[in-house]
């Protein structure tokens, strides 16, 4: 964040006393969501936008860029890239309307998907949740922050009886601002214990496999962008003598790290790979989970929860050119999700290989769990939408959109 405002909000009302702390929080008012035309052969065009705008919100696109644009820099964006279309008005607003983030609630239940909530009321949520199914679920911890936090999940088994049946890992909230990959990955966990005794479709998936469900592997960046900057992505480490802050922990995994191409070297950036592979703690712990999962009844699927964007994604991210032997089937398992959805909602997604159908990534969790940790199956699934609202997704969409996705889900843990 580099442009925006900072603006003191202490004389607001008390009604927002029950909202997260918002002391000195980034205004957003005026900047506009662009989706931006690259013109052919501009080379070096990403970084001279990347300079300009506030956030780039999809890096490495290879036709257009979304990036919200503070009101007195959209001149010099059209300058360089003439052909902007204008996606969100009025970024301030939309997060206005985003919906405020609800402190009370009642335990688990249809009612918490209705609303965006705090970092500590996620981790009582995942806490009510085991406490009412204590037979069948534990609370797991994969590792610690940078700002100390714990990588909080949820582990849920049935009829085997705990770590007798291979893995299904899903993560979410490793871009801070994904909000609704909480909310997804939450809501799986929940409809996996709540019908686990009233449907024998899901009886017979949590029979067949472990879940390991962390709805937020990134709380830092997570907590950030609820009291300071709604647009973070990456986590709070610092680099050295640089005032940029944070890795991008979707490019810091020690797989493929090294390759060039698909992550950036410079701290400032959305996509900063870090100085070493896994050099970011909450990376560290994310992989030594992985291996153990690997090294006991190893993984058959794994899903990094992202948005935005509607794509359900399977590795190789790191080179375009490399077709996994198992293609057709990392395929076949995507499509079913896709129609599932599509039968949901209508919702479109697009289906495909990372690197092709979106961009090179280095050092990702869906690379390093498919070639590292084995994983049978490895996805990367972007939720809602295609940018209208993009990652400030109104909390009247929670609820079609984790259902929706749950339905996917379903569909995918039922051919793995
Ligand atoms: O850039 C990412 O890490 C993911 N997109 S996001 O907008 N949520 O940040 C995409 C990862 C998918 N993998 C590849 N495209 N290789
Ligand atoms: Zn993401």
Same mark, same amino acid.
């Given at each position: 964040?580099?442009?925006?405002?900072?603006?003191?909000?202490?004389?607001?009302?008390?009604?927002?006393?029950?909202?997260?702390?918002?002391?000195?929080?980034?205004?957003?008012?005026?900047?506009?969501?662009?989706?931006?035309?690259?013109?052919?052969?501009?080379?070096?065009?990403?970084?001279?936008?990347?300079?300009?705008?506030?956030?780039?919100?999809?890096?490495?696109?290879?036709?257009?860029?979304?990036?919200?644009?503070?009101?007195?820099?959209?001149?010099?964006?059209?300058?360089?890239?003439?052909?902007?279309?204008?996606?969100?008005?009025?970024?301030?607003?939309?997060?206005?309307?985003?919906?405020?983030?609800?402190?009370?609630?009642?335990?688990?239940?249809?009612?918490?998907?209705?609303?965006?909530?705090?970092?500590?009321?996620?981790?009582?949520?995942?806490?009510?949740?085991?406490?009412?199914?204590?037979?069948?679920?534990?609370?797991?911890?994969?590792?610690?922050?940078?700002?100390?936090?714990?990588?909080?999940?949820?582990?849920?088994?049935?009829?085997?009886?705990?770590?007798?049946?291979?893995?299904?890992? +899903?993560?979410?909230?490793?871009?801070?601002?994904?909000?609704?990959?909480?909310?997804?990955?939450?809501?799986?966990?929940?409809?996996?214990?709540?019908?686990?005794?009233?449907?024998?479709?899901?009886?017979?998936?949590?029979?067949?496999?472990? +879940?390991?469900?962390?709805?937020?592997?990134?709380?830092?960046?997570?907590?950030?962008?609820?009291?300071?900057?709604?647009?973070?992505?990456?986590?709070?480490?610092?680099?050295?003598?640089?005032?940029?802050?944070?890795?991008?922990?979707?490019?810091?995994?020690?797989?493929?790290?090294?390759?060039?191409?698909?992550?950036?070297?410079?701290?400032?950036?959305?996509?900063?790979?870090?100085?070493?592979?896994?050099?970011?703690?909450?990376?560290?712990?994310?992989?030594?989970?992985?291996?153990?999962?690997?090294?006991?009844?190893?993984?058959?699927?794994?899903?990094? +929860?992202?948005?935005?964007?509607?794509?359900?994604?399977?590795?190789?991210?790191?080179?375009?050119?490399?077709?996994?032997?198992?293609?057709?089937?990392?395929?076949?398992?995507?499509?079913?999700?896709?129609?599932?959805?599509?039968?949901?909602?209508?919702?479109?997604?697009?289906?495909?290989?990372?690197?092709?159908?979106?961009?090179?990534?280095?050092?990702?969790?869906?690379?390093?769990?498919?070639?590292?940790?084995?994983?049978?199956?490895?996805?990367?699934?972007?939720?809602?939408?295609?940018?209208?609202?993009?990652?400030?997704?109104?909390?009247?969409?929670?609820?079609?959109?984790?259902?929706?996705?749950?339905?996917?889900?379903?569909?995918?843990?039922?051919?793995?």
């Amino acid at each position: 964040m580099k442009n925006a405002t900072i603006l003191s909000i202490a004389l607001l009302p008390l009604a927002l006393a029950t909202a997260v702390p918002r002391s000195e929080k980034v205004d957003y008012t005026g900047y506009q969501g662009l989706r931006i035309t690259l013109p052919e052969n501009a080379t070096g065009i990403e970084e001279q936008i990347e300079d300009i705008a506030a956030h780039i919100l999809n890096p490495g696109q290879a036709t257009h860029i979304d990036a919200v644009v503070a009101a007195d820099k959209i001149d010099a964006i059209k300058a360089l890239a003439p052909e902007v279309e204008v996606l969100v008005q009025d970024v301030g607003a939309a997060i206005a309307e985003e919906g405020d983030i609800v402190s009370a609630y009642a335990v688990p239940s249809e009612s918490w998907f209705t609303a965006y909530h705090s970092y500590a009321d996620h981790i009582q949520f995942l806490r009510d949740l085991q406490a009412g199914y204590p037979s069948n679920s534990e609370i797991i911890t994969t590792g610690t922050s940078v700002q100390g936090r714990t990588l909080t999940g949820i582990h849920i088994w049935g009829s085997g009886g705990k770590g007798s049946k291979p893995a299904v890992l +899903f993560h979410g909230t490793v871009h801070a601002r994904e909000w609704i990959t909480t909310m997804s990955t939450e809501y799986n966990a929940w409809q996996l214990l709540t019908k686990y005794n009233t449907d024998s479709a899901i009886k017979a998936l949590v029979d067949k496999f472990d +879940f390991y469900i962390i709805p937020i592997v990134n709380p830092d960046g997570f907590v950030y962008s609820q009291t300071t900057d709604r647009m973070w992505r990456k986590n709070r480490q610092t680099v050295g003598s640089s005032s940029c802050v944070g890795r991008d922990n979707n490019r810091n995994w020690s797989y493929k790290w090294e390759v060039t191409g698909g992550a950036s070297t410079n701290p400032c950036s959305e996509t900063y790979k870090g100085l070493a592979a896994g050099d970011a703690p909450e990376n560290r712990g994310m992989m030594a989970h992985v291996n153990s999962l690997r090294d006991a009844r190893g993984i058959r699927l794994y899903i990094d +929860f992202h948005s935005y964007g509607q794509y359900i994604l399977w590795p190789y991210g790191y080179d375009c050119n490399l077709v996994v032997p198992e293609d057709r089937a990392l395929n076949a398992l995507a499509s079913a999700g896709q129609s599932a959805i599509r039968g949901v909602s209508g919702t479109s997604y697009t289906v495909g290989n990372s690197c092709r159908h979106l961009y090179a990534t280095t050092g990702s969790g869906p690379d390093y769990v498919y070639g590292v940790g084995g994983a049978a199956y490895s996805y990367t699934i972007e939720l809602r939408d295609k940018g209208n609202y993009g990652f400030i997704l109104p909390a009247s969409q929670i609820q079609p959109t984790v259902r929706e996705t749950w339905a996917g889900v379903v569909a995918m843990l039922q051919r793995t």
